[in-house]
């Protein structure tokens, strides 16, 4: 059964699932889709063409599906989707997209604290947690269980690597390849990214292809084409190990070396 706070105002065309819970003085707008068993604590904004999945829980005044803030908005149909089994925590932001059919999108298991800020086009993964106040620009790609670090931002159009952690207060000016950790002010790959890797249960074997492959990119001088070229003549084939070549074959702003 679903509960409605009688100080919240739902629009009557929002569509709510079995099982959601809107608290006091909540406000969800007439576009809006919640599946079941959602829970928007109180004072939570849900705008524009914004669907939810199953069971996100959204905290005190947090905001789902509002208008870019892209000055190159010029109107139209623009659209935030969003998983299941997320968690918003205080004065969370994520914004619609900027231009007309474009959508933000967000995955399933993520973790945002308290400030954190998704802009218009962002596209986020699964299982990424997003610490306190860090800030994603536009058209950023966040893949999955991805770390940001307490307010670090993260520049428009960026590239976050899978299993990937960027340390507190990091300015990400480019792509941060996957399974590296990245810090400093402007960010650079300092190491893999070990902690984060044994808890995804990455093997020891690719572990260890996946240190080499950083040597070889970060430490041997090379350029990135002739460090690719070099990986992949010299270590395994491993699954990560090809994720990582393409990831970095297809940069367009560069790695955070």
Request: net charge neutral; aromatic share 4%.
């Amino acid at each position: 059964m679903t509960r409605i706070h009688p100080t919240a105002i739902v629009h009557p065309q929002a569509v709510l699932g079995d099982g959601c819970e809107i608290g006091p003085y909540c406000v969800i707008g007439g576009e809006v889709e919640l599946g079941p068993g959602c829970r928007l604590h109180s004072h939570v904004v849900l705008d524009g063409c914004t669907v939810l999945g199953r069971e996100n829980e959204l905290f005190p005044f947090s905001s789902a599906g509002l208008k870019t803030q892209d000055l190159k908005w010029k109107g139209g149909v623009t659209r935030t989707r969003i998983g299941d089994r997320n968690t918003f925590r205080e004065h969370v932001t994520i914004h619609s997209a900027t231009g007309d059919g474009e959508t933000t999108r967000i995955g399933s298991g993520n973790l945002l604290l308290a400030y954190s800020h998704v802009a218009h086009n962002v596209v986020l993964g699964d299982r990424i947690i997003m610490s306190n106040a860090a800030t994603l620009g536009g058209h950023v790609v966040v893949e999955d269980s991805a770390v940001v670090g307490g307010l670090a931002a993260v520049h428009q159009f960026c590239r976050i690597g899978r299993m990937s952690i960027i340390g507190g207060c990091s300015k990400v000016v480019q792509d941060v390849p996957p399974f590296m950790l990245a810090d400093g002010n402007p960010a650079q790959t300092r190491t893999i990214n070990k902690v984060g890797l044994e808890r995804n249960g990455v093997s020891e074997e690719a572990q260890s292809a996946i240190k080499q492959a950083f040597k070889i990119i970060f430490r041997e001088g090379l350029t990135v084409s002739n460090a690719l070229q070099q990986i992949e003549a010299e270590l395994p084939p491993l699954p990560e190990i090809q994720h990582l070549v393409q990831f970095a074959r297809a940069s367009e702003r560069g790695l955070s070396k």
